[in-house]
């Protein structure tokens, strides 16, 4: 059983671009988180998204950013526009059961993005 | 508030022993964790522990927790260079685990 996978691992975009980020969670799990990791900081909290559904933004910026899980394929962050403050690196983790009342999520490499 | 504050550095001489401390905000967390990450690596959970324990020990890792104090330790007996790494203390609340700013741990020959 693979773990959560990534790609691309490394993402280099121009500022004004588009940056698409796709995380494909564990076999069996429908439950997708995003973090935000910028340079020498913690984990942020992006989206939590199940199958089709977002169930809490709260952690998006409200402009450029938005993310997907669809019934088929893995979920995607695409972040429109990029500009030098969006270089960060950008986890994903996905989960069995609803939230992480679960004992763990389980992360991903990583996807790391740096805008010239 | 949602918030975890952790000590950003400490420095252990090889063979001690580490303590890293966290403090948290939220008394309705469900679990509480230590995550390792390794330079330009993903995130590998450690070890956690459920709100209603105090303790939780794991080979060379032990967790204490003081609920009262919301206050969480990560203990790493007999420290080898290969425990480098930066470790987040890490909370969960309803849908999403919060993270603290991350102790990178040196190890001193």
């Known amino acids: 059983n693979a773990g959560v996978m990534q790609n691309p691992r490394h993402l280099v975009r121009r500022r004004g671009q588009e940056a698409r980020l796709r995380c494909s969670p564990m076999k069996g799990h429908s439950h997708v988180y995003w973090y935000r990791q910028l340079p020498e900081e913690g984990l942020k909290f992006m989206v939590y998204l199940q199958k089709e559904n977002i169930i809490d933004e709260s952690g998006m910026p409200k402009e450029r950013f938005s993310a997907e899980f ?29 939230g992480v009342m679960n004992t763990e999520a389980f992360f991903g490499q990583g996807t790391r993005l740096t805008v010239v | ?87 987040f203390c890490a909370e969960s609340i309803r849908d999403k685990i919060i993270f603290g700013k991350g102790t990178r741990l040196h190890i001193l020959p």
């Open chain 1, 70 to 98: 669809p019934k088929e394929g893995p979920s995607i962050l695409r972040i429109q526009q990029v500009v030098r403050g969006d270089s960060a690196a950008y986890f994903c983790a996905s989960s069995e059961n609803r």
């Open chain 2, 1 to 87: 508030g949602e918030d975890v504050e952790q000590s950003l550095f400490l420095s252990v001489r090889e063979g001690d022993s580490s303590v890293i401390n966290c403090t948290y905000t939220d008394s309705s967390s469900t679990y509480l964790y230590w995550y390792k990450q390794e330079p330009g690596a993903g995130l590998q959970l450690l070890t956690y522990i459920f709100s209603n324990m105090d303790m939780k020990q794991d080979q060379r890792l032990t967790v204490l927790l003081n609920k009262k104090d919301k206050h969480l330790s990560l203990r790493i007996a007999d420290t080898q260079t290969g425990d480098s790494a930066i470790y």
